[in-house]
């Protein structure tokens, strides 16, 4: 089925294509099934003056069938406006010739398990992907739709990671640092400019743009933050395969209250983080910690 935004966007130009003889008057002799399959399931296009036709045709079917055209019209108009705030910051660098603009951000920072990804994503100048959005607002069965669909569109992709090992030797946030830049450096070609979530690469050559919530306002980095959501799922559900029992396939490493239980029955597995609080209190690692930062008075006394 047409998507109502491509509809909208061709209603002028596909009209010589669909109807070059249909006239307003064929409407009312037209079945209303056939109506509904031609102007509401397939989107075709209506000669001039035919919604208003519909709308005050004696069939309440047909009238029914204006409703859902008029509907779709403004829904595709909203989503129109939509996409137009999303490219709020690729319009002006696409406008001085920086046609390489690249969008970049990263998923998985909270889970107690598994890699940070990082994805970075490069659309040609005008681009305009109907749905994409920040990734934590859209559904599964969304992102799975949309992701290639943004591969298909985009010049470049790049996917990069920061493993567990690397999470707990340098923290959680550096570690998201490194996963975006590695994405950066993925991408063939480079971008001349880069839009990132909040965030500022070190040792990057090209100009930075960080923007707060940027997964939600700009469309190179939501395009990103769904191609990484998808990579991380589908990794999730892989390794749930190599470490079973966990559920790493339905909750790809958050806490919740399943992976809670089965870290307390199962104890922590290799993908596990050893730095975050739930799983290093499962090892005994926390009291160490708490040792260690102890005052020298306080451990001395201790000791005797």
């Known amino acids: 089925m047409v998507s109502p935004l491509r509809y909208y966007i061709l209603r002028v130009a596909a009209a010589p294509l669909y109807f070059a ?3 307003v008057e064929d409407l009312r002799r037209t ?22 036709a519909l709308k005050s045709d004696p069939r309440a079917g047909a009238r029914a069938i204006a409703e859902k055209i008029e509907r779709r019209n403004h829904k595709a108009q909203a989503e129109g406006r939509r996409l137009s705030r999303l490219c709020a910051f690729e319009l002006p660098l696409w ?21 940070v990804i990082a994805a970075a994503v490069i659309l040609p100048p005008g681009t305009r992907i109907k749905g994409v959005n ?6 599964p069965e969304e992102r799975d739709a949309l992701e290639p669909e943004i591969r298909a569109c985009a010049l470049a992709v790049g996917i990069g990671r920061a493993e ?7 923290n959680i946030y550096r570690a998201g640092l490194l996963a975006l830049k590695r994405a950066v ?48 799922d589908r990794l999730m559900a892989q390794l749930d395969g190599e470490y079973p029992g966990y559920g790493f396939a339905d909750h790809k490493g958050y806490p919740t209250p ?18 975050f609080a739930p799983v290093a209190k499962k ?17 001395a006394g201790e000791a005797r």
């Open 185 to 232: 450096l993925a991408l063939i070609p480079q971008p001349q400019h880069l839009l990132i979530d909040a965030r500022k690469l070190d040792g990057l050559s090209m100009p930075q743009q960080p923007i707060i919530k940027g997964d939600a306002k700009s469309i190179t980095i939501g395009a990103a933050s769904i191609v990484a959501k998808v990579h991380r």
């Open 134 to 139: 920040d990734s934590k607002l859209l559904t």
């Open 31 to 52: 079945p209303v099934p056939e109506l509904q399959h031609l102007y509401v399931d397939e989107c075709r296009d209506l000669p001039s003056g035919g919604l208003t």
């Open 164 to 170: 567990v090992e690397e999470i707990d030797t340098f």
């Open 21 to 23: 003889g249909v006239r």
């Open 258 to 275: 399943e992976h809670l239980d089965a870290l307390e029955r199962l104890g922590a597995c290799v993908l596990h983080r050893r730095s």
């Open 95 to 115: 406008e001085q010739g920086i046609t390489l603009v690249a969008g970049c951000d990263e998923v998985g920072m909270a889970p107690l398990a598994g890699p």
């Open 283 to 299: 090892l005994g690692l926390i009291p160490v910690q708490q040792d260690l930062f102890a005052t020298p008075k306080k451990r």
